[in-house]
């Protein structure tokens, strides 16, 4: 099953830090790329282990759900909402096979 889930990153610092609101995944990478490959490999991670443990992944937000989510988790320091929305997809099946 191939889906993609709404991705925030924001640069901190020469980092970029990764959001993933619908899964909760907090994840980084040292480029634009290398941060999305980050977040692809976190969520497949979370999803087989989700799956594994009888749990349902959940549906991929619309932007502005995502939006309510980014704006909901940030704080006084950081808030990911003011990053760079991108959707990020994963093929758990084949993630798997990996």
Same mark, same amino acid.
């Given at each position: 099953?191939? $889906? /993609? =889930?709404? $991705?925030? *990153? @924001?640069?901190?610092?020469?980092?970029?830090?990764?959001?993933?609101?619908?899964?909760?995944? =907090? $994840? !980084?990478? $040292?480029?634009?790329? &290398?941060?999305? !490959?980050?977040?692809?490999?976190?969520?497949?991670?979370?999803? *087989?282990?989700?799956?594994?443990?009888?749990? +349902?992944? %959940? !549906? %991929?937000?619309?932007?502005? @759900?995502?939006?309510?989510? /980014?704006? +909901? &988790?940030? &704080?006084?320091?950081?808030? =990911?909402?003011?990053?760079?929305?991108?959707?990020?997809?994963?093929?758990?099946?084949? =993630? @798997?096979?990996?």
């Amino acid at each position: 099953m191939k $889906t /993609a =889930y709404p $991705t925030f *990153i @924001r640069e901190s610092n020469g980092d970029y830090l990764v959001f993933v609101p619908d899964l909760e995944i =907090y $994840t !980084e990478g $040292t480029s634009i790329a &290398d941060a999305i !490959e980050m977040a692809r490999d976190a969520i497949g991670l979370k999803g *087989i282990d989700m799956e594994d443990s009888g749990q +349902k992944l %959940p !549906e %991929p937000s619309n932007v502005e @759900r995502a939006l309510e989510k /980014a704006k +909901k &988790d940030a &704080d006084d320091v950081f808030d =990911y909402s003011i990053g760079v929305l991108s959707f990020v997809d994963v093929d758990f099946l084949e =993630y @798997r096979k990996q």
